[in-house]
T-cell receptor
């Protein structure tokens, strides 16, 4: 089944403790992206990647890192999480050209 | 720059009556436009997309949307609401600039279906 898989689905952590949210897609998509969803704000792009070793900042990149060492994986790294990073995170992937994006099921992160 | 405005944060309709979710966009480029649906505690699912072909776009589950360039609108409609349509809906514009297939999301419209 074609899908984007995120792990974990739920995570509660403490301020300052490094964490990684994994994202993997099995559709051989070039484009991958991370979004955060907050009430009343819709989804905002954190980082995106056009292909292996090519990443760039989205609208809200502060406090996040990403890497794209393999085409299928695009992990999101929070080196020192803070409470304002409490949010619902989505990974998405796409072929090129505005054909529509496949989203993962989301990761609900709480930083206390 | 691009932006999306969903004109209603919450819409309630009775089961069996028509649904209208309104979306206006702003874009400096010829946009691609999408509607996504998010059911409670679920990810986002693509309902339909407009990519400069036919202006009336049909999607899944009986939804359709019409691209009106003169009005910069992309409203989502369905002739007859079903209980399973209760969800949050996002209008999305895609920036086709080379190097960033960027999505800009609206703030969402929560659709409630009254039995």
């Amino acid at each position: 089944e074609a899908q984007v898989t995120q792990n974990p689905r739920y995570l509660i952590t403490v301020t300052g403790k490094k964490l990684t949210v994994t994202c993997s897609q099995n559709m051989n998509h070039e484009y991958m992206s991370w979004y955060r969803q907050d009430p009343g704000l819709g989804l905002r792009q954190i980082y995106y990647s056009m292909n292996v070793e090519v990443t760039d900042k989205g609208d809200v990149p502060e406090g996040y890192k990403v890497s794209r060492k393999e085409k299928r994986n695009f992990p999101l790294i929070l080196e020192s999480p803070s409470p304002n990073q409490t949010s619902l995170y989505f990974c998405a992937s796409s072929l090129w050209g505005g054909v529509g994006y496949t989203f993962g099921s989301g990761t609900r992160l709480t930083v206390v | 720059a691009q932006s999306v405005t969903q004109l209603d944060s919450h819409v309630s309709v009775s089961e069996g009556t028509p649904v209208l979710l309104r979306c206006n966009y702003s874009s400096s480029y010829s946009p691609s436009l999408f509607w996504y649906v998010q059911h409670p505690n679920k990810g986002l699912q693509l309902l339909l997309k407009y990519t400069s072909a036919a202006t009336l776009v049909k999607g899944i589950n009986g939804f359709e949307a019409e691209f009106k360039k003169s009005e910069t609108s992309f409203h989502l409609t369905k002739p007859s609401a079903h209980m399973s349509d209760a969800a949050e809906y996002f209008c999305v514009v895609s920036d086709p600039r080379i190097g960033n297939e960027k999505l800009t999301f609206g703030t969402g419209t929560r659709l409630t279906i009254i039995p």
